[in-house]
Nanobody
Framework: QVQLVESGGGLVQAGGSLRLSCAAS????????MGWFRQAPGKEREFVATINWGGRTTYYTDSVLGRFTISRDNAKNTVDLQMNSLKPEDTAVYYC????????????????WGQGTQVTVSS
């Protein structure tokens, strides 16, 4: 099993920045792809960003391209999401996810999930 714990959420004004961090523990040697997803009230969970084991391959949903950056440190078993130029529509619970396979945009393909961290962007 792999445990994931997110941190760094909070309340920020539009245009501001936040950095989310996800710490993995347990059988981390089995982890390959990692990702961030989010879920706003009344909406389905949606893909935000994903990264491969080496950190050189990343994908983003169009709405965050150029504003968010995903990165990982395998020595520390962490994956971060730097969020800049935040908008009210970015408000959601953000989830960290990990999988044994390669990076993926599909939440159904992930094996492990964190509990989530709330991000609220005020206008």
């Amino acid at each position: 099993q792999v445990q994931l714990v997110e941190s760094g959420g909070g309340l920020v004004q539009a245009g501001g920045s936040l950095r989310l961090s996800c710490a993995a523990s347990g059988r981390t040697f089995s982890v390959n792809g990692m990702g961030w997803f989010r879920q706003a009230p009344g909406k389905e969970r949606e893909f935000v960003a994903t990264i491969n084991w080496g950190g050189r391959t990343t994908y983003y949903t169009d709405s965050v391209l150029g504003r968010f950056t995903i990165s990982r440190d395998n020595a520390k078993n962490t994956v971060d999401l730097q969020m800049n130029s935040l908008k009210p529509e970015d408000t959601a619970v953000y989830y960290c996810a990990a999988r044994r396979g390669a990076e993926s945009r599909a939440y159904i393909e992930y094996d492990y999930w964190g509990q989530g961290t709330q991000v609220t962007v005020s206008s």
